[in-house]
Nanobody
Framework: QVQLVESGGGLVQAGGSLRLSCAAS?????????AGWFRQAPGKEREFVAG???????????YYGDFVKGRFTISRDNAKNMVYLQMNSLKPEDTGDYYC???????????????????WGQGTQVTVSS
């Protein structure tokens, strides 16, 4: 079992930045889990934002959703059981609930569906005003 707790959401003006954090607690080393960020806007489906494979996974990770276009950076600190999402140049369309997710021995790929992730946090709300 993995428990995930997100933090760092809030209200920001367009063009601003936020750093989301995800604290993980697990009976297994967190390095054994792929970590992803997803978001869901009102009335829309949950979509892949960014993901990073487990530490022994395939090279080439992390991956990002097409809409990110270099604005976001995912990172992890396995020693601290933390995953981060640095979001810069935020746009109003980035507004939504952001969720941290984990998958045991997961290999992240572009556009990975949310159903492949086994564990989810409760989400943190991000609102970008114009």
């Amino acid at each position: 079992q993995v428990q995930l707790v997100e933090s760092g959401g809030g209200l920001v003006q367009a063009g601003g930045s936020l750093r989301l954090s995800c604290a993980a607690s697990s009976g297994r080393p967190f390095s054994n889990y792929a970590a992803g960020w997803f978001r869901q806007a009102p009335g829309k489906e949950r979509e892949f934002v960014a993901g990073i494979s487990w530490s022994g996974g395939a090279p080439g990770s992390p991956y990002y959703g097409d809409f990110v276009k270099g604005r976001f950076t995912i990172s992890r600190d396995n020693a601290k059981n933390m995953v981060y999402l640095q979001m810069n140049s935020l746009k109003p369309e980035d507004t939504g609930d952001y969720y941290c997710a984990a998958q045991f021995l997961g290999i992240v790929r572009k556009g990975q569906p949310s159903k492949e992730y086994d564990y989810w946090g409760q989400g943190t709300q991000v609102t970008v005003s114009s």
